[in-house]
């Protein structure tokens, strides 16, 4: 199984709360960036699970539009910045096994995206995440915890993000 975590793109320091800060227009480019990439690799995502803060849904929407397959999106409220990363590892590990899900991308933030793939991973790493960046997870469902295989960021793929 391969989990993909990623943080949201690039968002705007202006709204009424930590929640409503939209994507700014380098935000969308890094998702369609990452979205090539993901392409590119011939990546098929099963299952998108998203945060209920607005960047976060503004990512997976502009990726998933840019992806060459459809890919369901699901909000979940535990996975925000407060997030905890246990109990998200929990929620994985159940969901992807009743689902018989194979290719699952979680769009979250930081700093949880950091703590979930220490919590993740057998060498316990918690890699910083540039906005839109991925870390890819060769996932054991027995053992319940994979390794780290990439960390890529739009800046890695492209140079005019």
């Known amino acids: ?68 397959h459809s890919a369901p999106l699901k909000t979940i409220d535990s996975i925000t910045p407060a997030g905890d990363a246990v109990d998200v590892h929990d929620y994985i590990d159940g969901i992807c096994e009743a689902e018989k899900l194979e290719n699952v991308l979680i769009v979250s933030h930081m700093p949880l995206v950091s703590y979930l793939v220490e919590e993740l991973t057998f060498d316990r790493n918690a890699p910083l995440f540039a906005t839109a960046s991925i870390a890819e997870i060769n996932y054991d469902k027995l053992k319940m915890k994979g390794d780290l295989v990439k960390h890529v960021s739009p800046y890695d793929v492209s140079p005019i993000v």
């Open 1 to 68: 199984m391969k989990l993909y975590v990623m943080r949201h793109g690039q968002a705007s320091t202006r709204a009424t709360s930590d929640a409503e800060r939209e994507l700014t227009e380098k935000g969308h480019l890094e998702a369609q960036c990452m979205a090539k990439w993901l392409n590119k690799n011939g990546v098929v995502i099963d299952q998108v699970f998203v945060s209920p803060f607005v960047r976060a849904q503004q990512t997976a929407n502009t990726l998933v539009a840019a992806l060459n």
